[in-house]
């Protein structure tokens, strides 16, 4: 049994001389902080409630048409051969099922959520974007039952969000609740979670922050407060409030294998709401700013590559033509370390401090490049512009199949066999004419090219940031990195017209085989990350 140290056999032996005739004092012990629940959230809760509210919306559907049906919902007439004695039975049939199919009334489809007002004089309501998505009708219900009509004033696809306004009746006031300050919530807080789950109507939970800053690929800027508050189905778009009743997130997901709440649900700060729903009351929809890059994580090889010594900071894949990064003077291959006086630590800071930044503004931009810092400044462009404008598409990471490899030259340090681009493979491949550099036309899957992701079809554009003319560069450019002491390379990849760079660990021929990994076989390559901003 473990012997227990008490505090008297820490103290110094002159600690216990007497004076005075006196005992000695007491040693002091060091504070420690006391922790206080709350007895009871009745009182928050009761403030709180009228101002939540309970969102339906309904969307009219019409009898579907399918490849199986006339195009009005009914089934195809079956083909049958001329003087067919079902062929008079079946057009009796049609006629009775299209009479019918006259008759019904269109198929409405309900959502439920909740949202909360924000404004009580001129009644706008917070929800999020997927609870009005493609509604015709919005309605909502007050605490009191009182149910009316709502218009949307804006919603947002990208954050999830949507504003709504309803007409201010002098004779039921409506209760607001503030925004409060997202970024002084700490793991272990605690948080009220009022809501509408399964369509019951208010209904309160408690829990604390759980985590911060939480990634669920939800959307580009992902930055949720996770939290164990019980939320469910319903609960979308009501708010989660700290203990002084200011609103500090809006719940939106929940992470659950059952459909019913495991104690795992995500909330959108609301620091990073704030702006969204300002911009959609004063304009309908989102003003963000836009850089025109693509970009990706920054791993300890591409750092080492780039002779950085710290992995951090957001990666340049690629730049849009005439876009603000290009004009700025830009290029593939540097690493975004600051903007606007922000430090860029990971790449996923980058699109949100870009998001916020004020459309038309000259900010400073410090990138790494060549092995130094530099500086440059940038004028922020509007990424709803440059989306209408075609300048902006979703990446084209479709996977392809790995294919046999053919007769090329190959790089056994990585796994690769690498050869021209032939003309076919430019559609077979979805290759872009402008596109010059070498084919990847086999991949070993026990090796690192496996490992890392790339596939047959990928064009490999640059080593370590030279240009590949002929299918022998890939191994000499690998050759002389391996002699200067790099113990990666830096390839920039083109896959179907998407830009990456991926980073190589390297290994000499005589050592490539020892305490290799054998990747698993896959039909499909995992997709290259990236991002565009």
């Known amino acids: 049994m473990q012997k227990r140290v008490s505090f008297l056999s820490l103290i110094p032996a002159a600690a216990f001389a007497v004076t005075l005739g006196l005992a000695p004092a007491a040693p002091a012990r060091a504070a420690v ?7 009871s959230f009745a009182d928050l809760a009761a403030r709180l409630e009228p101002a939540v509210v309970n969102i339906s919306s309904t969307q009219k559907v019409m009898p579907g048409s399918d490849e199986d049906d006339d195009g009005n919902g009914a089934p195809a007439m079956p083909h049958f051969p001329p003087g067919s004695p079902f062929e008079d039975f079946f057009q009796q049939y049609m006629q009775r099922y299209g009479q019918q199919q006259q008759q019904m009334a269109p198929i409405p489809m ?3 959520g909740s949202g909360f007002v924000i404004d009580a004089d001129k009644g706008y309501i917070v929800t999020n974007g997927h609870v009005v998505k493609d509604a015709e009708d919005v309605r909502v219900t007050f605490h009191d039952d009182t149910t009316v009509d709502a218009e949307v004033v804006g919603k947002d696809d990208k954050m999830d969000l949507a504003v709504l306004k309803v007409k201010v009746d002098k004779d039921h006031k409506l209760t607001a609740v503030p925004f409060g300050d997202s970024d002084k919530m700490r793991v272990g807080d605690w948080v009220l979670a009022i809501g509408n789950p399964f369509g019951l109507g208010g209904t309160v939970t408690a829990g604390i922050v759980s985590a911060q800053q939480r990634d669920i690929n939800a959307g580009p800027y992902d930055d949720f407060i996770q939290t164990d508050a019980s939320i469910n189905r319903g609960n979308s778009g009501g708010p989660m409030f700290n203990m002084n009743g200011d609103v500090i997130g809006i719940n939106t997901a929940i992470f659950s ?46 750092a080492e590559s780039l002779g950085k010594g710290t992995p951090h900071g957001a990666l340049v894949a690629s730049i849009t033509p005439s876009g603000p990064a290009e004009k700025a003077g830009l290029q593939p291959g540097d690493i975004i370390t600051g903007f606007d006086g922000k ?63 053919e007769v090329g030259v190959e790089v056994k340090s990585v796994g690769l066999t690498v050869r021209e681009i032939k003309a076919a493979d430019r559609d077979q491949y979805r290759i872009p004419n402008d596109v010059a550099g070498v084919l990847v036309s086999g991949v070993d899957p026990s090796k690192e090219a496996a490992l890392k992701g790339l596939t ?34 830096l390839l920039l990849i083109n ?11 390297v290994k000499h021929e005589k050592d490539s085989d020892a305490g290799s990994t054998k990747a698993p076989s896959l039909d499909k390559a995992p997709p290259m990350p990236g991002a565009k901003r």
């Open 495 to 505: 896959r179907a017209g998407d830009v990456r760079f991926v980073a190589l660990r």
């Open 33 to 39: 902080p006391t922790f206080n629940a709350p007895n």
């Open 456 to 489: 047959p079809g990928d064009v490999i554009v640059e080593v370590n940031q030279q240009a590949v003319k002929a299918p022998a560069d890939v191994a000499s450019f690998m050759d002389q990195a391996e002699k200067a002491g790099r113990s990666s390379v």
């Open 110 to 112: 309900a959502s439920l």
């Open 257 to 302: 294998p059952s459909g019913g709440s495991v104690g795992i649900g995500f909330a959108i700060p609301s620091n990073l709401a704030k702006p969204v729903i300002q911009q959609l009351i004063s304009f309908g929809h989102t003003r963000r700013g836009w850089l025109g890059v693509r970009i990706q994580s920054v791993t300890d090889e591409i």
């Open 343 to 405: 430090n860029i630590s990971e790449m996923r800071e980058l699109p949100r401090i870009v998001a916020e930044t004020s459309i038309g503004s000259k900010v400073k931009l410090t990138y790494w490049r060549d092995g130094k810092s530099n500086a440059t400044t940038v004028e922020v462009g509007e990424l709803e512009k440059a989306e209408k404008e075609g300048l902006v598409n979703e990446a084209s990471d479709d996977d392809q199949q790995q294919q046999p490899a």
